[in-house]
């Protein structure tokens, strides 16, 4: 984990603290129980979050990529046009 992740806590992980000091004092069943499915969720929300960030920087490489293929596939293209009409001229 980053040292910035450390010293400045995100919500969720501020949210989960105090569920888990509310967890630790907590002496009735039902409270523990939506406790621990608010934790739950939280740790779900979490997943979600990374793999939304994980997508959203795929996307980013997959639209750049874009600017480098499109170009070298049009040049590929019209080289091999080129190859075989000079192929069949020569023939």
């Keep these: 984990m ?6 400045c806590p995100t919500p969720d992980r501020r949210l989960a603290d105090w569920l888990g000091h509310e ?9 523990t129980r939506l406790i621990h499915e ?5 740790h779900t929300r979490r997943g ?3 793999r939304l960030r994980r997508d959203a920087q795929i996307r980013a ?7 480098v293929h499109v170009p070298a596939t049009c040049a ?5 046009a080129a190859h ?3 192929v069949f001229l020569y023939w």
């Excluded at 490489?61 to 600017?67: E, G, I, M, S």
């Excluded at 590929?76 to 091999?80: F, G, I, K, P, V």
């Design 2 to 7: 980053a040292p910035a992740a450390r010293c």
């Design 23 to 31: 967890l630790a004092e907590s002496t009735d069943g039902e409270r």
């Design 38 to 42: 608010l934790m739950a969720l939280i």
């Design 48 to 50: 979600l979050l990374e």
């Design 61 to 67: 490489w997959l639209d750049a990529w874009l600017y």
């Design 76 to 80: 590929l293209l019209s080289a091999l």
């Design 84 to 86: 075989v009409i000079v």
